[in-house]
């Protein structure tokens, strides 16, 4: 029985066919364009927009994976938008080149950008249906979309548009695929193109795709792998085998098969096509794609602390974190993975990772005369987002932090001493207490107080470093200027602490005054007491300059960076300075060479680690013992260590000696002090972090030690028989614990600071 089909249905078809001859002459006129027509500003600008995206699409400059290492080339964090290995056509095997094109572009390796046969079939379909079942696209063709879409486009928006289903669009993309078969080989527009297509699970690329799903280099894809990389290109998001195992499979077999098909350039035999399909999905039960960022990679949780300042370091060097994720970089850093370890392991000993409302951080930073490279930025918390587990993302070694360092700030009133002609062996004044002429608490004199264990009693500059009076201090400042004293602070090293935060310790919002500039105008005769917040990091370097004779570099985190193609990339970095003369630093530098010799605040915890080395250091802590601190150094490696309350309600610290870990004790008070964690601490990772370094002299100072003060004669010897003993040993060591708190007042209550 014949179907008679009615006029008005013929009609209708007819109508639809003529329509798609207008659709076809279109799109054939609009390839032809530019070469038909000689003259005119539109096809001329036509010309060129299509000639410069075709310029584009065949240099693929795609985005790609920035990859931070220590120093050693070890990868310690990646960074990316889409995760992208670039992979060069020889690369690609043909077991992948055979997927793709079987059931992507059958036809992809006789037809010149736009496959004729296809576009007319979908064209028909799609006006006789009224829909858009069928593109037609050759790989070409998706490769032009996939870069606009992926590479191009900067927003959502002009991502949509670089898609949307238009006829428009489809001209734009013809015409751009039979420019890029003009000028690239078939070869390179399918490496291109599979270099820029998505594979779901934020992979883009069969380099990173193959690294995803299955752990390994594109080279080693088989002809299952392929097959299942080539079927999630369809629909990555459905297809996903993570999620969707059924249907990738059925998928992926149903590429095996179009593989095998006569009619597929490259062929694999029905046999391997049979063998294949008996094969599992074989994806990772983890996927190997890389976590994106500071957090999770490698040993994350320890150098977290350092790449979060190095994308900090970059950003103010110029290249932001936008670049970071498209541009292909490899930093190389200056973490050593000894030191950063050894530091770790430190400070989790002297506060164990979980303990609640200490934090203990500590940075390491080696001296030199043209750079002072970060070594290691560390502390007993973990980096990461899980605060359960005693973690934070918060950068708490580089950043200011709101607690104080205490008495480690009278090494800037000692350099402001010795840069006005004080020598290091000049005799200062420590009375008991000291009430000031110059600085007031409030309305009232300001009247300081000595740390219980600190004897008043005239003593040279040096000793006074080793024992840390409050009074002589303050006293000195006065004599010297406090706002040279706070301009010593920066010189040295705290250039961000004093010049970039408010007194609080946050950035500066338009037309706040800084810490430093707050100091001065208020005529805060406790700064040298250490009061105001303060970056480990920039202690630390403060450490740095003054073992670099008193050339002061930022401390950075950099060894190089390289593009994408291997050139070098000039970073606009702060220059290195003299800061102050060699001769001042020098007199520093043997000004605080005691600390840890008898007598000294760290001499305990220097004597329980073995201590054998020249060295300079300077201890400190803060009102209610809430913050404590340790700033020392080496000719080779400067250090700082800065223990505090990091919860909520910051409570004041206990330590308990021995390996019994710190704990809070109210709100009233504590007895950490910069000799016990902080010292045991930076003792307990320079230790290490030594081993197998020469033995290195401190610089001499400009003056000679004075001599020794002559013996007394011996007293009298107490009878065998009159009931008192042996006598004690005349110069005994004194308290190894010379505690050096910062107490701007309140002498009735010596070592509790006003803020």
Not at 51 to 70: E, F, G, R, W, Y
Not at 109 to 134: C, E, I, Y
Not at 143 to 154: D, E, F, G, I, T
Not at 352 to 369: F, R
């Amino acid at each position: 029985m014949r179907t008679v089909i009615g006029a008005d249905v013929r009609s209708g078809v007819l109508l639809k066919m003529f329509g798609l001859c207008v659709v076809a002459g279109v799109l054939v006129a609009s390839l032809l364009l530019p070469v038909a027509v000689g003259s005119g500003a539109a096809v001329n600008q036509t010309a060129t927009a299509m000639s410069d995206t075709s310029t584009s699409l065949a240099n693929k400059d795609m985005p790609q994976v920035s990859v931070v290492t220590d120093n050693a080339g070890a990868p310690i964090a990646y960074f990316f938008d889409d995760y992208r290995v670039e992979t060069k056509p020889e690369q690609i095997p043909d077991t992948m080149k055979s997927a793709i094109t079987a059931v992507e572009d059958k036809r992809f390796w006789d037809h010149q950008g736009v496959d004729w046969q296809g576009t007319m079939r979908a064209l028909a379909t799609n006006v006789s249906t009224g829909g858009t079942a069928q593109g037609a696209s050759t790989i070409t063709q998706q490769y032009v979309k996939n870069y606009l879409v992926h590479v191009v486009a900067r927003s959502e928006v002009e991502a949509h548009q670089a898609k949307e289903t238009t006829i428009a669009r489809k001209l734009r993309e013809a015409r751009i695929a039979v420019e890029l078969e003009r000028t690239m080989s078939k070869e390179d527009i399918l490496a291109a193109y599979l270099n820029v297509v998505p594979f779901g699970n934020q992979t883009f690329g069969v380099g990173a795709a193959a690294q995803t799903y299955f752990g390994i280099p594109p080279e080693q894809l088989t002809i299952a792998q392929s097959a299942l990389l080539a079927a999630i290109v369809n629909k990555p998001g459905s297809l996903n085998p993570s999620t969707n195992p059924e249907e990738a499979l059925q998928r992926r077999n149903l590429v095996i098969d179009l593989m095998a098909d006569q009619g597929n350039n490259i062929r694999i035999t029905e046999r391997d096509a049979e063998i294949a399909k008996q094969e599992p999905l074989g994806v990772l039960p983890e996927l190997g794609r890389p976590p994106n960022g500071c957090v999770g990679v490698g040993d994350g949780t320890t150098d977290g602390f350092f790449c979060s300042y190095v994308t900090d370091y970059l950003e103010r060097s110029g290249i932001d974190m936008e670049q970071l994720k498209s541009g292909g970089y490899t930093i190389r850093t200056t973490m050593d993975r000894k030191a950063t370890d050894s530091a770790k392991a430190a400070a989790e000993a002297g506060v164990p990772t979980q303990t609640e409302g200490i934090a203990n951080a500590m940075a390491v930073v080696e001296p030199g005369q043209d750079k002072h490279k970060v070594r290691a930025l560390v502390a007993n918390r973990d980096y990461g987002n899980e605060a359960s587990k005693g973690q934070t993302a918060y950068d708490i070694v580089s950043r200011v932090q709101p607690f104080g360092a205490g008495s480690i700030y009278k090494v800037f009133t000692a350099a402001a001493a010795i840069a006005q002609g004080v020598g290091i062996y000049d005799t200062i004044s420590v009375p008991e207490t000291y009430t000031s002429n110059v600085y007031k608490n409030g309305t009232a004199p300001y009247t300081v107080g000595n740390a219980d264990g600190v004897d008043p009693g005239p003593r040279t500059l040096q000793d006074a470093l080793a024992t840390s009076p409050n009074t002589g201090f303050v006293a000195l400042q006065e004599r010297v200027g406090l706002n040279n004293v706070v301009d010593m602070a920066s010189k040295l090293g705290l250039r961000f602490g004093m010049n970039g935060v408010n007194t609080s310790g946050q950035p500066l919002e338009e037309g706040e005054k800084s810490q430093a500039q707050t100091v001065n105008d208020t005529n805060r005769g406790a700064f040298t007491l250490g009061y105001t917040p303060t970056s480990v990091l920039e202690l630390s370097n403060v450490g740095a300059t003054i073992m670099s004779s008193g050339m002061y570099c930022p401390p950075s985190p950099i060894e190089e960076v390289r593009d994408r193609n291997g050139n070098l990339v000039p970073l606009n970095e702060e220059p290195c300075e003299q800061v102050v003369p060699p001769n001042v630093a020098n007199d520093l530098a043997v000004g605080m060479s005691k600390d840890d010799l008898p007598g000294g605040t760290s001499h305990q915890a220097a004597q329980d680690a073995g201590w054998t080395r020249p060295m300079i250091g300077k201890t400190g802590t803060t009102q209610e013992h809430r913050s404590a601190g340790f700033l020392a150094a080496t000719p080779q490696m400067a250090g700082a260590v800065l223990t505090y309350a990091d919860g909520d309600s910051p409570e004041g610290i206990c330590d308990a000696g021995g390996d019994a870990p710190p704990y809070l004790c109210g709100k009233s008070g504590g007895n950490i002090f910069g000799g016990k964690v902080p010292a045991r601490t930076w003792y307990d990772a320079m230790t290490k972090i030594h081993e197998g370094l020469p033995v290195a002299e401190l610089p001499e100072g400009s003056a000679a030690p004075p001599p020794p003060p002559a013996p007394e004669p011996p007293a009298e010897q107490p009878s065998p028989d009159n009931g008192q003993g042996a006598p004690s040993e005349p110069g005994g060591p004194p308290n190894p614990e010379r505690p050096d708190q910062a107490n701007p007042g309140r002498p009735q209550n010596a070592g509790r600071p006003d803020r």
